[in-house]
């Protein structure tokens, strides 16, 4: 567990061997009744993006040891990244029956905020510490159905999640992992883009992300700065194929750099292979673009509209790549296009 901590803090992705060898050692020799192996081997897979893995794991986890509502926390990691949204709930539900305290809300308001019930989210984690936002900042307009680059920080003001992204990054000596591409993005939103680059380039020195590099790049193309662009593909490149070494699924990052930056027919295929294996929201929303991209808008369609379905978990989840109007307009549907994209402000 520690080789898995490490690497989420430091991106060092060459710890994830370590600690698997280290947990199915433990398993071998205590097989039975080994909740922190278990757990481990839990954390490990969702760190890895193999959410399969996760939910085989993460089962037999809460199977072993049901009194412990960290399990539980990784187990709704796993169904969400397979897109079993009932399954997540009902494992949240049964978390909080365990363990009602601050972090286990914390979580269970993730699972709301992930799957579009946005007041419910809002009602779990609010304290008297946190008061309700007085307005809401006004989107970037961009090409992904007016969400900007990659960007936005997520629904809300983002003065706000300025400070809620700094308390992150200082509430320990080490801050939270994600804190400074999180502050970065939320500068960028605010229109402070060298800021923004800056915090990045931050991040990035402090802990390796083929995620935030592909934000940075899109960054710079956004600002005109072509050099850096290239190179910044590179580093994406570099570290996807870091990551892959290492048993970390890194298909997302890869079918966007493709399907903006490369062969969208490329991005097709991997992100079509990621859907067979895992079919989340996330990449529904990925594949729909992609597809968008390669010019298959009647296939585009369709993930686009999964991965913005209500009933499904979708709708308002942060960081869409496309609105289904912009795909439904063009396709001809003009009246249903302008519906949407007025619904999400583009």
């Avoid at 019930?117 to 900042?137: F, I, K, N, W, Y």
Wanted: glycine share 12%; net charge positive; proline share 4%.
């Amino acid at each position: 567990m520690a080789y898995v901590e490490r690497a989420r803090r430091t991106g060092g992705v060459t710890d994830y061997p370590r600690a698997e060898r280290a947990l199915r050692t433990s398993l071998r020799l205590r097989p039975g009744g080994n909740a922190d192996a278990l757990e481990g081997l839990t954390a490990l897979a969702v760190a890895r993006r193999d959410f399969r893995a996760a939910e085989r794991w993460g089962e037999e986890a809460v199977r072993v040891a049901p009194g412990r509502w960290t399990s539980y926390a990784l187990l709704i990691d796993a169904y969400d990244g397979l897109g079993r949204y009932k399954a997540a709930r009902a494992t949240r539900d049964r978390m909080l029956a365990v363990d009602s305290g601050p972090a286990a809300r914390a979580r269970a308001a993730r699972v709301s905020w992930d799957q579009g019930r946005v007041r419910t989210r809002r009602r779990r984690s609010r304290t008297r510490r946190q008061p309700r936002p007085r307005r809401r900042a006004r989107r970037p307009r961009g090409r992904r159905g007016g969400y900007g680059p990659g960007n936005w920080p997520g629904s809300g003001d983002a003065e706000q999640s300025l400070r809620y992204c700094e308390a992150g990054g200082s509430a320990s000596a080490a801050g939270e992992p994600e804190a400074g591409a999180c502050r970065a993005r939320a500068l960028v939103a605010l229109g402070r883009t060298a800021e923004g680059v800056r915090a990045y380039r931050a991040a990035l020195a402090r802990r390796p992300s083929a995620e935030v590099a592909l934000r940075l790049g899109e960054l710079y193309e956004s600002l005109g700065r072509p050099r850096e662009t290239r190179k910044q593909w590179g580093v994406v490149r570099a570290l996807v194929a870091r990551s892959a070494a290492a048993g970390v699924d890194e298909s997302l990052v890869l079918g966007t750099l493709e399907a903006d930056h490369g062969d969208p027919a490329e991005a097709v295929r991997v992100l079509r292979a990621e859907w067979e294996r895992q079919p989340g929201l996330r990449v529904a929303d990925a594949l729909g673009w992609a597809l968008h991209r390669a010019g298959r808008d009647g296939e585009a369609l369709r993930f686009a509209r999964r991965a913005t379905d209500r009933a499904r978990g979708g709708e308002v989840r942060s960081g869409l790549r496309v609105s289904p109007g912009v795909i439904e307009r063009a396709v001809g549907l003009e009246a249903a296009g302008r519906r949407h994209l007025e619904e999400r402000g583009g």
